[in-house]
């Protein structure tokens, strides 16, 4: 995608075996939605992301992203991207973060195939400034696979300060109830090596 590409949409799509991203932009005008397209096996000659983004506004959703030589979904941060909305997508086996949101200063053309993984540490102003996502990275559980504790699971791992969200969904204060789902990815007053306890029932 290229030029004016305000409105676009791309959707219902089997995209597979390309030599680079199953969809990709280059210095777009307006903004693109991208949703319900299975994206698998691209990246023959490139490691390079599913779904590579550069602009801003864009929303990609209920995609299934995967077996890719790099990220799922990389955010190329030249020119300036923002506000860009990626929920509800189903990434496995990837080679690389399932959202990689590249770093400002970033735009070597390397940069805009595989995008450059997880955020240097969060430790002065400008860090936060200049990185993606102000230097905030996603948290990291403790482990990939949580066993039954009765009739839930505790999920825990650490966040950095600044990951915004809360545990459950709004309205709900203690584990969730069967069928409700659980935001496990987004975190409230979370320092720096915090442990997150979220537990999920059974059933949901």
Sequence with gaps: FAGNIDG?????????ANDGSGVAMFKPTGSSRIYDNDIRFNGRRFRSPGISLM????EVSDNYVAFQPGPGVGVV???KSEQNLVRN???RQLDGLSVDLGYNHNSAVSDYQFIDGPNPPRN???????SANAAINAPEFDAYVFPMEGSGVMVTGRAARGAWGCGPLPGDRGAARPGQAVRVAAVCGSTSGTRI????TSGS
């Design 77 to 79: 941060a030249y020119p």
């Design 124 to 130: 002065s102003r400008q860090r936060r400034r200049d």
């Design 197 to 200: 306890p979220v537990w999920i």
């Design 55 to 58: 602009g801003s506004g864009h």
């Design 89 to 91: 997508n189903f990434f």
């Design 8 to 16: 676009s949409q791309v959707y219902g799509n089997l995209v597979c």
